[in-house]
Structure formats: structure tokens, C-alpha cells
């Protein structure tokens, strides 16, 4: 499992490779927040038979 | 930001087939069993949803796109706000929900197996795949199993906090495991693993529910391997497209995309 050890943007600075991953993991978990788990009601309707189906918490 | 652009460049790739697959699997799998479902929440008149679900009979809705007549029908949407028409609006909705959230799930599948050196193709996708079904689907199942419409349970905030504690928690427990080769750690991280069931999920005061212990159980398998298909797949895509890209382009460093 570790024979390709190519990673993506070697040649960035540890600290900043770590700040865009961390960003585009926080991007992810509010994309996932939005459409799974906002209480707007219209939000909620929209996404209700794909809520149930990914056994988010729903109603 | 080179690497912020390829990595959302990636997940967005891997989210949009992943989305797809699971969308088709979803209105053959567990579709068909929700409207089944708002068919005894009707009945049994408790929780007033607002989806009418006239068509709730085994051809599958989406085939039969008749949106007028489902309107007609609808209660007048009490004060639940606005809903998609029952029938072709009302999945591709969902299509839609499928596809933003593979996205997202696929940046945060990205992003943290980068920590761990990327997924360099897609065999390694596959495992990350099922850790990522173990952390999303499989943890939180247990202590609150998928629900159909019409089943009772607890205060929606608080189930949505043990839900989110728990990912992290499993989330945190399997990396521990894996990438950490230490005992007390590995006996840390099970105890990541197992608390938040010893904890445990909110639950209702009461589980009576019109919905038929055969329809739900049919409905918690459906969830669940619709789900462990979506990640396997979401896995496997990025160790492709990743590979593909890292081979073609390891003497441009990260100047491709």
C-alpha cells in the first residue's frame, strides 16, 4: 500500500500544504453540512429522499 | 494554491461519478422503499409531511412524471415551506443532493488521505473507500439506523450531534490504527471507536411507528449497501484520476490541472 508515495504539490512549503488541505477538508464538511444537515425547511425538501437514504438524521 | 486546485480538482471529478452511481442505486433501492413508507405516514396521519405521495404504488415515480396532479392533491403545504413537485422535480432534486455531497465527501476523502501520502491508485482507493463507508455509514448506523419517513425519533439537533462525534471519533480511531504503530494507541483508538456507542444516540420515548418492521429492515440494508457501492466507487475514482494525473505529470511537479 505504500509503493506510490507521489503526492500532489510536493513542492509547497509544509506549512501551506497543510492549510490547503486543511481548507479543502472544511470546504468538504460544510458542503456535506449544507445539503445533509441545514434545518431550512426548503433545503430540507429538497434533499429529503437523498437525507433518507444516506441514513442522515431526518424530520 | 496549486494544490488546493488539484485536490478540489480531483474530488470533484470522483464526487460527480460517485453522485451519479449513487443516485441511479437510490431510485432503484431505497426510493422506492421511502414512498412506500409515506404512503402508512398518510395513513396513520401523525407527522404531516409534505409530500403527498399519491403515486406511492410499486412503479417507481420518477417513470410516471405527472407533477399536476400530485399538486393538486397535496394538502396545502401546511407550514413546512417550499418542497419539489413529487415526480421528475422531486428526483432530480436528489440527483442534485447526490451529486453536491459526493463532492464534498470526495474533498474530505481527498484532503485527509493526502495526509497520509494520497491514494496512489485504485486498489489504495478501495481501502479508503471502505474506511471512509466505516466512518460515514457503518458508525453512525448503529446507534441510529436509517429511518423512513413516519418513524419516530429523537430532537433532530441532538441526533445530528452524535452523528457528527461519531464520524470524528471513528474517524479518528482508524487513523490511529493505521497509521500509528503503537499499542497504547491502537487500545486508544478502539476506545475512540467504542465510546460513543457506550454514550449512545439519542433515542425517542417511544418507538411506535405505522411503518412495517419488514419495509424498515428492507430499507436499512438497501441504505447500507447503496452506500458501501458509493464509497468503494468514490474511492476507487480518485485513485484513478489521481494516478492518472501524478504519472503524467511528476516531472511538471504540481504544475498540471
Known sequence: MTTASVSLGASVSSQSRFMQLALVALLGIFVVGFVGFSHIDAVHNAAHDYRHSMAFPCH | MNLFRNVVFIAAIAGLVAGVVLACLQAYATVPLILKAEVYEQAGGGHHHDHAAPAANDTNAMSSAAPAPAEAVAPAAEDEGWAPADGFERFAFSVVANIVTGIGFALILVAVSEFAGGIGNWRQGVF?????????????????????????????????????????????????????????????????????????APQPDSFETPIPEGLHHQFVVAVTVTNLVFWLVLGAVVGVVRGRFTGTATSLRDSFA
Open chain 2, 128 to 200: 479508503w473507500g471502505l474506511a471512509g463507508f466505516a466512518v460515514f455509514t457503518l458508525a453512525p448506523g448503529l446507534g441510529l439506523p436509517p429511518e423512513l419517513p413516519a418513524m419516530p425519533a429523537a430532537d433532530l439537533t441532538q441526533r445530528q450531534i452524535w452523528w457528527w462525534a461519531t464520524v470524528v471519533a471513528t474517524a479518528a480511531g482508524l487513523g490511529l490504527i493505521a497509521f500509528r504503530k503503537s499499542l497504547p494507541l491502537a487500545i486508544l483508538a478502539v476506545l475512540l471507536i467504542v465510546a460513543p456507542h457506550v454514550v449512545g
